[in-house]
């Protein structure tokens, strides 16, 4: 089993920055894609940002040129750095990991939410 613990959500002014991080733990034994989702008020969820296990990223087209996806493999933690935010923006953002654990079975697991709001 793996459990993902997301941090960096928070209240921000339009324009602002927010920085996402989101720390994998558990019987790990390899890490695929990682990726960032957000559900709004009475909207479904949505794929924010995705990196691959070789680095390949791809975003939603409404957050291109403003959110990066990194990932650091060592420490098995992705991040969503969020600049120039909009009002829209403000949603839950899930992390999300496809994981091979040390009993070699992959399982895409889910952390439980951090709280992203854009407001003035």
């Known amino acids: 089993q793996a459990q993902l613990v997301e941090s960096g959500g928070g209240l921000v002014q339009p324009g602002g920055s927010l920085r996402l991080s989101c720390a994998a733990s558990?019987?790990?034994?390899?890490?695929?894609?990682m990726s960032w989702y957000r559900q709004a008020p009475e909207k479904e969820r949505e794929l924010v940002a995705r990196?691959?296990?070789?680095?390949?990223?791809n975003y939603l087209d409404s957050v291109k040129g403003r959110f990066t996806i990194s990932r650091d493999n060592a420490k098995k933690t992705v991040y969503l750095q969020m600049n120039s935010l909009k009002p829209e923006d403000t949603a839950v953002y899930y992390c999300?990991?496809?994981?091979?654990?040390?009993?070699?079975?992959?399982?895409?697991?889910w952390g439980k939410g951090t709280l992203v709001t854009v407001s003035s």
């Open positions: 999300n990991m496809v994981i091979k654990n040390t009993a070699r079975a992959m399982t895409d697991y």
């Open positions: 558990g019987s790990i034994f390899t890490i695929y894609d």
């Open positions: 990196i691959t296990d070789g680095s390949f990223r």
